[in-house]
């Protein structure tokens, strides 16, 4: 118990806390002025937008995956399933530049998306993308112990019944696989807020239009603007703290829904 205070405290605890007392020396005028500019107000919509935004693409493609991977047998699914990790082990610059090569208007996909009228990089949509790639084997990993452990005789003793499949999925299945889909969003979308190295070839990087907040605060940085840096940080980490403190709440709940009478 002592060593894993002690080991959260160092990991943890004392950074924060070191953020926080670096952020009580700066300029209350200061500070309210860098946390409202409209560059940093930008940056933030984008970085918690596209990361929502992100997120809830995983929740809902990263649970249909989980369900092909486990329930249906298919050529090369081992394959298949090995690929899910590759964000956690590819470098994020190696993910960016690849997904810029992809996307950009000359690339293999992003030529065919041009015609259509559609511009994936150097826009809010690039970031998207990145934030979806990275944050997909969070969902997936999430879901699959649950969906192996949930025996298919349910589905096939609800089929027996007469329940349709969509009747079976949203009434028998979704409710047992919708607290572990709820952290995997909840780690995707963690992942997203603090996303820097494949976000930064595909964004482009241009101020209040395609700046993350991560990279707004690397550029505080090279300009020795610590106090800036440091009042966007920690704004930044307070926010991200509160959602994701609102999302494992409400994951929680729906995990143990309060019973009533």
């Given at each position: ?21 670096k952020a009580a020396t ?14 940093t107000l930008a940056a ?218």
């Open positions: 118990m002592g060593f894993t205070l002690w080991y959260l405290g160092l990991l943890l605890l004392i950074p924060l806390g070191a953020l926080v007392l700066v300029d209350p005028e200061k500070f309210a002025a860098t946390i409202t500019s409209g560059r933030f919509r984008l970085s918690f937008g596209a990361a929502l935004v992100a997120a809830c693409i995983n929740g809902v493609f990263g649970l249909l995956l989980a369900w092909v991977l486990e329930r249906y047998d298919f050529p090369f699914k081992r394959l298949v399933d090995g690929l899910v990790d590759l964000p956690f082990a590819l470098p994020t610059a190696v993910a960016g530049i690849a997904l810029t090569t992809l996307y950009a208007g000359n690339g293999w996909v992003g030529r065919h998306l041009a015609v259509l009228g559609v511009q994936v990089a150097y826009t809010p949509l690039g970031v998207v993308a990145a934030l979806t790639f990275v944050g997909l084997p969070f969902v997936v990993r999430t879901v699959q112990p649950v969906l192996r452990d949930l025996p298919a005789a349910i589905e096939e003793a609800s089929a027996s019944l007469g329940a349709g499949r969509l009747q079976t999925f949203f009434r028998l299945i979704f409710p047992e696989l919708l607290p572990a889909a709820a952290t995997g969003f909840t780690l995707a979308f963690a992942r997203g807020l603090g996303e820097y190295g494949s976000v930064i070839f595909i964004s482009g990087n241009m101020p209040m239009k395609t700046e993350i907040t991560p990279l707004l605060i690397m550029i505080k940085l090279e300009e020795y603007d610590y106090a800036g840096a440091t009042a966007i940080a920690l704004v930044f980490l307070a926010i991200s703290f509160a959602i994701l403190l609102a999302i494992n709440a409400l994951s929680l709940r729906s995990a143990h829904p309060v019973r009533r009478g």
